[in-house]
């Protein structure tokens, strides 16, 4: 059974930075893409940024592109999501995904 744990949300002030990561089990985790998705209150939940299972090759949505990396470190099972230059609009529940399989969230507040 897959299971995917995040962490590192927090309350941020405009400008700053958090770093999140999503630590997966019970699955080859080399071999499958990752993505981060985030769902702010009322909203459809989007995806932020993808990474292929070798690292090579990641993909960012337009509002976080040159803000947002993903990488990942296959020795450890985990995912990261450095989030610099953190903006208000990017306050969401943030939720990692491995095939079908998602993590509880965790949520990113940016606010003076």
């Known amino acids: 059974q897959v299971q995917l744990v995040e962490s590192g949300g927090g309350l941020v002030q405009p400008g700053g930075s958090l770093r999140l990561s999503c630590a997966a089990s019970g699955t080859i985790f080399r071999i499958y893409a990752m993505a981060w998705y985030r769902q702010a209150p009322g909203k459809q939940r989007e995806l932020v940024a993808s990474i292929t299972g070798g690292g090579g090759r990641t993909n960012y949505s337009d509002s976080v592109k040159g803000r947002f990396t993903i990488s990942r470190d296959n020795a450890k099972n985990t995912v990261y999501l450095q989030m610099n230059s953190l903006k208000p609009e990017d306050t969401a529940v943030y939720y990692c995904?491995?095939?079908?399989?998602w993590g509880q969230g965790t949520q990113v507040t940016v606010s003076s």
């Open positions: 995904k491995l095939s079908e399989n």
